[in-house]
């Protein structure tokens, strides 16, 4: 990563957008020495969010495809509409407990290599489970049902 440019002590270039901003921690980042970096947090935030956004992406499309890749129910295949569904219920529990399942439950999956207890639901047959209108009487566990009841 190129250094920013220092132009008269008090302003600085970022390298990245090449915007001139003034020389205070408010618009600079540094490390744990003291050194500047080379972007200003703007451009250091957007990129670090496009990389997150990017490897959650990659870990959905992995984890979608470790479970079967449709949903048990209907075969929906179209990923947008497919959902993870804890099999015998806990969802709420599992959130509370891991920081990483709570923000993104596919890279969860990924990093604790694909545990058993999950499968795939497209969004529609997922709140038809959850509503109790569920049309397909064989995937569900009786401690599923009587935990989503209204």
Known sequence: MPRPRMLDGLHIQCSRCKLIKPRTREYWK???????KGWCRSCEYETNYQRTKLKQHQDRHL????????????????????????????????????YLARKALASWLVKNNYPPGFR??????HMALRLGNWPHTTLITADYTTSYRI
């Open 120 to 125: 795939i639901l497209c969004f529609n047959c």
């Open 30 to 36: 540094y490390n744990k020495r003291g050194y500047r």
């Open 63 to 98: 984890a979608i495809s470790a479970y079967g890749g449709k949903c048990v129910c209907c075969g929906e295949t179209e990923i947008v509409f497919l959902t993870f569904d804890h099999i015998n219920g806990g969802g709420n529990k599992h959130r509370r407990e891991s």
